[in-house]
């Protein structure tokens, strides 16, 4: 299983960045997905993650990024994006695809199996 994570990017602050993840060797309706950030010095944490599909494809999301993070996936392209709107300076960090055998979400790192490069957003003016 490989992931790959692109799309980061330099952005002012308020505005949005668009990240995708492609996957291979999984087929990614039939687990869950994730995306964890890691900003320097500081730990892994979680961001938002989507359901299988036998879970209703159900997303949640971080405290941090609710309102301005969505998680989505594209069954057709074996892909999951996360579409960042409003961003701020404190969500400079990278960003990190990851999926897990889970089938109904996840937000803990270590439920998840397999891990994209990760991928570098900077906020900042």
């Known amino acids: 299983v490989q992931l790959q994570a692109f799309g980061g990017g330099l952005v002012q602050p308020g505005g949005s960045l668009r990240l995708s993840c492609a996957v291979s060797g999984r087929t990614v309706s039939g687990y869950t997905m994730g995306w964890f950030r890691q900003a320097p010095g500081t730990e892994r944490e979680f961001v938002a993650t989507?359901?299988?599909?036998?879970?209703?494809?159900?997303?949640y999301y971080s405290d941090s990024v609710k309102g301005r993070f969505t998680i989505s996936r594209d069954n057709a392209k074996n892909t999951v994006a996360l579409q960042m709107n409003s961003l701020k300076a404190e969500d400079t960090a990278v960003y990190y695809c990851a999926t897990s055998k889970m089938r109904s979400g996840s937000d803990v790192a270590t439920q998840y199996d397999y891990w994209g490069q990760g991928t570098k957003v900077t906020v900042s003016s």
């Open positions: 989507t359901a299988s599909r036998s879970s209703g494809y159900l997303s």
